[in-house]
């Protein structure tokens, strides 16, 4: 039996609708639309892709959208400087910082001077901390997203062998976190993990967020595991692949997702979600989404 797809732009899709709806009924009311900054620094093709991208779902919905592009010579201090006037723009709820930055940036003391209540993408220390104790709090936008694919698709988790491949704090630790929140047993691997073969075979549910082209393949995935590829990759001859050899596991999982359409879209909804959550709040509106 072919695996069933989940299909992150469908999910997306239908999120972005009832954001745009409870956008809509906030504006009748009078409130301003909700507004999300999103910081870049220096001239990464691949961010401006994203940043054009986040632009693009903000209007989707009726949120503004506050670009920030700074040339890739600015100072630490300067760009501090900068979120610091963000944090302070009353019509900003939430505020992301595209990653990575260029290397004379510290990238962790700039997440630090990101005010927490408009952490669009949970990562700032405070926010990872909340959810390390399960307390409420915005969660980073791609493992969050992974979560809302999973719960859509009513993939079981609870007592469930998952393995998380990638331990970085953008994607795999949080990730890891979030599935033994919904009672998975998890495991996670990394590059100095051994037999990576077998941790996978093991495993019921694979999340890879490896950053590895075509990493795992058919000898990696036992019959009916559930497979989540985080990874995005541009081919040379066009096109984009990521983590997992597609055409190779599909036949033997349960549940895929392809790439593109399987996780990138739902990071960018999430991002979308978090900010108008954070709106929410600052509005005393019921919480859009509840329960994702
Ligand atoms: P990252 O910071 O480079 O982290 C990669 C992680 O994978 C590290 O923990 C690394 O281990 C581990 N790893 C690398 N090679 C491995 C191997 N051969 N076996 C096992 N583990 C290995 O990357 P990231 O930011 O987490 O992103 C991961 C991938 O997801 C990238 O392709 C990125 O483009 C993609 N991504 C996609 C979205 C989306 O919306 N779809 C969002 C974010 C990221 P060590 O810790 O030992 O180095």
């Not at 093991?202 to 075509?214: I, M, W």
């Amino acid at each position: 039996m072919a695996a069933q797809r989940l299909d992150g732009r469908l999910l997306a899709a239908q999120l972005e609708s009832t954001l745009a709806a409870f956008i809509a009924a906030g504006l009748s009311k009078g409130i301003r639309p909700p507004g999300l900054a999103v910081l870049r620094v220096g001239n990464d093709p691949a961010s401006g892709v994203y940043v054009a991208n986040k632009e693009k779902a903000c209007a989707r919905i009726g949120a503004i959208s506050f670009g920030c592009h700074l040339p890739a010579d600015i100072s630490q201090t300067e760009l501090e400087a900068e979120l610091q006037r963000l944090n302070k723009n009353p019509a900003v709820d939430g505020i992301l910082v595209q990653l990575p930055v260029p290397a004379s940036i510290n990238d962790r003391a700039l997440l630090q001077v990101l005010d927490p209540a408009k952490d669009a993408d949970g990562l700032h220390s405070l926010n990872l901390g909340r959810l390390l104790r399960g307390e409420p709090g915005p969660r980073s936008c791609t493992p969050a997203g992974v979560m809302a694919l999973l719960k859509e698709a009513q993939i079981p988790l609870e007592g469930v062998r998952a393995l998380v491949v990638g331990r970085s704090i953008l994607v795999g630790q949080p990730m890891a976190l979030m599935l033994q929140q919904a009672n998975a047993t998890v495991t996670v691997a990394h590059s100095r993990s051994l037999d990576l073969e077998g941790l996978c075979r093991n495993a019921e549910l694979v999340v890879v967020a490896a950053g590895r082209p075509e990493l795992i393949g058919a000898a990696h995935i036992s019959p009916g595991a559930v497979v989540v590829d985080v990874g995005i990759h541009r081919r040379k001859q066009g096109g984009l692949v990521g983590d997992v050899k597609f055409e190779e596991v599909e036949p033997l999982a349960k549940a895929i997702t392809p790439v593109p359409g399987g996780v990138g879209p739902m990071t960018v909804t999430m991002l979308l979600l978090n900010t108008v959550r954070m709106w929410a709040q600052q509005h005393d509106l019921s919480e859009p989404c509840a329960g994702l």
